[in-house]
Nanobody, 122 residues
Framework: QVHLVESGGGSVQAGGSLRLSCVAS????????MAWYRRTPGEERELVAK???????YYADTVQGRFTISRVNVQDTIYLQMATLNPDGTAVYSC????????????????WGQGTQVTVSS
């Protein structure tokens, strides 16, 4: 089993910055690509950014150039540095990890954290 715990959410004014952290624990050999998603009430969950275990990153068009995802493998941790936030960034941000396909099927398909609230006021 893998547990993901997010931290770093909070309230910030438009134009401000926040850094989110996600720490994986447990059977972390199962953790492959990790990602940040966000969801606002009534909306579909949106992929914000993802990063492979080799450090290749992908960003949604809506955050490209403002958000930076990074990863420290030895700490089983990813970060999301968010800059120039606007009210559209208000959401619950969740950490996700893809499970590896290992012999014996010991890993789940994916793992999710509980989420952390980010509120951006205008």
């Amino acid at each position: 089993q893998v547990h993901l715990v997010e931290s770093g959410g909070g309230s910030v004014q438009a134009g401000g910055s926040l850094r989110l952290s996600c720490v994986a624990s447990g059977d972390t050999v199962c953790v492959s690509t990790m990602a940040w998603y966000r969801r606002t009430p009534g909306e579909e969950r949106e992929l914000v950014a993802k990063i492979t275990d080799r450090g290749s990153a992908y960003y949604a068009d809506t955050v490209q150039g403002r958000f930076t995802i990074s990863r420290v493998n030895v700490q089983d941790t990813i970060y999301l540095q968010m800059a120039t936030l606007n009210p559209d960034g208000t959401a619950v941000y969740s950490c996700e990890a893809d499970g590896r396909r290992l012999v014996g099927g010991r890993c789940a398909t994916d793992y999710w954290g509980q989420g952390t609230q980010v509120t951006v006021s205008s």
